[in-house]
């Protein structure tokens, strides 16, 4: 399995709307979200229209709409975006439990390849259908707060006064002095979970 951009920016989408909603803010525009994450705010917005077909989002339309989480964060796991948006997690078709595929392999019970590559599966849907966009948004908030880094969406939104949306994070970005190549780089564990989750193992 290999996340797309696609999935990957859906993903970065969705833990946004979580946050926002864990700082109080009803709802996010697009523009704030491709702002804050990098992403061209056309593609973002066929994204968004698909997590919303997919009954994950909602939008309200206006100047000052926006989207929001449709349902709680809490019961949307992450194994079930990245099915929706790049499909099975399984690297090869004969081990997948939701589009299994039968492979060429003429003795697919004693086969070793696919008692490898069942394992691979399970290893990574045991990670992605474990945690759900809450443990994830949870996750972030109490690493920003950790690091005294600003929240994000948690400044009033600038649209409601008729000015450009910029998000917090991209002004810190553009604030600090040091290039992009000399920030601070993570130690080799800082990003998992396990690190923050004390419960967390594979």
């Given at each position: 399995m290999k996340l797309s951009k696609k999935g990957e920016y859906?993903?970065?989408?969705?833990?946004?709307?979580g946050i926002a909603h864990e700082v109080g803010r009803e709802l996010v525009q697009v523009t704030e979200l491709s702002d804050k994450e990098l992403i061209p705010a056309k593609f973002l917005e066929q994204i968004m229209q698909e997590l919303k077909a997919a009954g994950l989002v909602s939008a309200q339309r206006g100047k000052f709409g926006g989207y929001h989480l449709a349902r709680p964060a809490a019961e949307i796991t992450i194994g079930a975006v990245v099915r929706y948006i790049d499909g099975p997690l399984a690297p090869i078709g004969c081990v997948s439990h939701t589009a299994y595929e039968k492979c060429g392999c003429p003795d697919e019970d004693h086969?070793?390849?696919?008692?490898?590559m069942l394992d691979v599966r399970n290893a990574i849907a045991g990670i992605l259908d474990r945690y759900t966009l809450a443990d994830v948004?949870?996750?972030?908030?109490r690493k920003?707060?950790?690091?005294?880094?600003?929240?994000?969406?948690?400044?009033p939104r600038a649209a409601?006064?008729?000015?450009p949306v910029k998000s917090s994070v991209r002004a810190a970005r553009s604030a600090s002095p040091r290039s992009a190549a000399n920030a601070r780089r993570f130690?080799?564990?800082?990003g998992l979970l396990s690190q923050l989750l004390p419960d967390y193992t594979i």
């Open positions: 859906a993903l970065r989408a969705l833990i946004d709307l086969c070793g390849l696919r008692m490898l948004v949870e996750v972030t908030l920003l707060r950790r690091d005294a880094l600003p929240l994000p969406f948690s400044a409601a006064r008729g000015k130690a080799p564990v800082e």
